[in-house]
């Protein structure tokens, strides 16, 4: 016969509540939160909105993921980290109060209980964890700069234009990246080309790590100056790199 436990032994249930959900969320992002609504709706018994739950936050945070990848870098670094982490606690809250509050406050204390902290902490780091890898993997599949691709012969280097740039343009810039050693059969470098208003703007991805190194420096002014002198306009240079919060960061000549 199967030895009843006293109650006080009985392993209890456990859920999170609406604070521990939206600091997650506040902390990090959508997917954290997601993960809670997913155990939520677990326990309440609900295997479909758990469910649910699990594609929803999948759907929306490679959207948004997306979203970010395409708004424009100078639209997206007006907009302040805080508001990010308002919009997720504000969601969290406003659904946690219209799916989940009612049947959680309506559990029987004596065989649920409200889970630790440190499982917040775990699922919040899991989270973040879960987002950088799915937006490090989106990052790859798009391409380094908007506007029409060009291939450099058959070399793994790259040129994107946008606005009213000519082959010439083209095959100028080219040429003289390949002067400098930015294209070659050893490299794989992208860089963009725009028109806008009479004037060129050249843009290089190289490591923000070189971007003070003299010969970097002398490099670029050659480009600059053989371009203006070629194109006969002006003409700006622009170094991009990202760091790790996916922030782009510019140093232009």
Do not use: C
């Not at 609406?18 to 155990?39: N, R």
């Not at 870098?73 to 805080?82: H, M, T, V, Y």
């Not at 889970?115 to 790859?140: D, H, M, Q, R």
């Not at 380094?144 to 010439?168: H, I, L, M, S």
């Amino acid at each position: 016969m199967a030895e009843i436990l006293p109650e006080t032994k009985r392993k209890k249930i456990r859920y999170f509540n609406e604070a521990q959900t939206d600091l997650s969320a506040v902390l990090g992002g959508p997917v954290p939160a997601g993960i809670m609504f997913y155990k939520n709706f677990k326990v309440l018994k609900r295997p479909k909105d758990a469910l649910f739950s699990l594609l929803a936050t999948f759907i929306f945070t490679v959207l948004l993921i997306v979203l970010l990848i395409k708004l424009p870098a100078e639209i997206l670094d007006k907009i302040p980290n805080f508001v990010f982490t308002a919009v997720w606690g504000i969601a969290a809250a406003l659904l946690y109060r219209s799916f989940l509050k009612k049947d959680i406050n309506e559990l029987d204390k004596e065989e649920y209980v409200r889970a630790s902290n440190w499982a917040v902490a775990g699922y919040t780091i899991l989270g973040i964890v879960i987002f950088f890898s799915i937006g490090f993997l989106i990052a790859i599949s798009q391409p380094t700069f908007p506007g029409e691709r060009v291939p450099v012969g058959e070399t793994d280097n790259e040129v994107y234009y946008q606005g009213y740039v000519t082959e010439n343009n083209i095959q100028t810039l080219v040429y003289t990246l390949q002067d400098l050693g930015y294209f070659s059969v050893e490299t794989a470098n992208a860089v963009q080309i725009k028109h806008n208003k009479d004037k060129y703007t050249v843009t290089l991805s190289v490591s923000k790590s070189v971007w003070e190194d003299p010969e970097i420096n002398s490099a670029i002014m050659i480009l600059k100056n053989e371009l203006r002198l070629q194109y006969d306009s002006e003409v700006r240079i622009v170094l991009e790199d990202y760091n790790l919060m996916g922030n782009r960061l510019t140093k232009e000549f």
